[in-house]
């Protein structure tokens, strides 16, 4: 009795054993799931596009990342690999992070194409946070994302579609979509939109494939509300005799520049450096007002011929054309003519009386381009600096979706003299490479200053 007892006992310990073997396996194995699964988190970027971030977490440590080899859909791996070679690009994803985790807590490595930031955040069963920080570990942005539960992905096949047929039927020379470039352009966007995952990777793809384009201002962007740039242009005295005008961007009231104009004419100096690098562009009218306070005679920046200028003309316009053109004249814009318009000063009886000088860079583009190859042409200023981003068109948006809009360039741009400035830059009188140019253009005046005094 007693052994049968006991074999009964071992029995059903045993039973018990395996059932908390089985129990403990399964355990082990949900848990091993929840550190090595995967999760789906939709990042919302206030400033850009969002996108989708895949996030494991495998022990102490985490990674991210949007769709895999995503690059490769857009540029060869023999490309890409060149790419690398030459450049700090280092996945085939658009996005990529690796990071320590400690109580939902991260810090690691974010690179977002050619670029690199540290990044801090947290992480939970349903959202993501984190901020990126740069090489001087300042604050980049701040990103929330939450887990993706039921995800509609977008018709980015009928996107591309819709991109295509805008351009077509806005650019400003018909003669840009009869290439092989421009039906190779169509047949990989298309066939890339059936991949696209989120919005970000359709801007990307985008740029991808429009990079060797033989124009600019062709681009998407997040339709967000029109916002002026936060650029207030500013006055440094060097001495009495050289002052610097600093000028961001022309997306500004054309009233924060009248009273540093005001103070330059009223201190009568003898040096005007007007720092327009890394200025992208912006409106024409405080550009204008640049243009008519360096000059008292009329002068012609250039024409922006319209598409049906090339379709009626198949030609670059010149000066003899200059009737069959609208003019933006200082404040006055008139851009309803049928061809285009031409950008012209009005000449002032208080112009700067001394010696004018432009610094300038590759990111030196579209107006302030503009405004430098007028004074180039008329010899008003010394152009000093690197060679311009050679980014002049006129473009006009167009809406593609709730969150996409494109920009098309409807108005290419001829100077006065016949000089094409887009993909080409204007060449500077004074070449000083890229560092503390300012510093160097300074003392050269300074320079100058005691050999003719």
Known sequence: ???????????????????????????????????????KFLIKDTEGFDYILNVNVDGNKIYGFTRDKALFDYASKFNYRVIK??????????????????????????????????????????????????????????????????????????????????????????????????????????????????????????????????????????????????ETPSLNEIDKDIVVLKIGSFFMDKEKIKPLLDTIEQKK???????????????????????????????????????????????LPNRNDIEKFNMINGDTVQTNSEYGFYISTKGTNKKFEGNIYFLVNRKTGSTAEALTIGAKEYNIAKIAGEKTAGGLLSAQRFSIDEDIMLFVPVNDFISYNGYRVDQIGIKPDIYIKKGNQLEHLINMVLRSKRLYP
């Open 269 to 315: 100096y003898k040096n005007l450096i007007i720092d327009l690098r890394d200025n992208p562009g912006g409106y024409f009218e405080p550009a204008s007002l640049i243009a008519n306070f360096i000059t008292d005679e009329v002068f012609i920046s250039g024409f922006f011929p319209t598409r049906k200028w090339h379709e009626e003309y198949n030609r």
């Open 85 to 230: 070679l030459v450049s700090t690009l280092k996945h085939s994803e658009i996005i990529r992070f690796n990071g320590i985790i400690n109580n939902n807590q991260f810090e690691g490595t974010y690179d977002f194409l050619f670029s690199s930031y540290r990044i801090e955040g947290n992480i939970n069963s349903d959202s993501i946070h984190f901020s990126l920080f740069d090489k001087n570990n300042k604050l980049f942005k701040s990103l929330n994302g939450v887990e993706i539960m039921n995800h509609s992905k977008k018709d980015y096949v009928k996107l591309a579609k819709k991109i295509i047929v805008i351009t077509e039927e806005n650019i400003f020379n018909p003669k840009t979509i009869t290439t092989k470039k421009w039906d190779k352009f169509k047949r990989k966007l298309i066939d890339a939109s059936s991949k696209v995952s989120d919005d970000l990777e359709f801007q990307i793809g985008f740029f991808v494939l429009i990079r060797n384009f033989d124009f600019s201002h062709f681009y998407l962007v997040r339709d967000l509300e029109a916002k002026d740039i936060d």
């Open 1 to 39: 009795m007693k052994t049968r007892q006991w074999v009964g006992l071992i029995l059903v310990s045993s039973i018990r054993m395996k059932k908390c073997l089985i129990l403990t396996q399964f355990i082990f194995f949900v848990f091993s799931f929840n550190l090595n699964s995967q999760t």
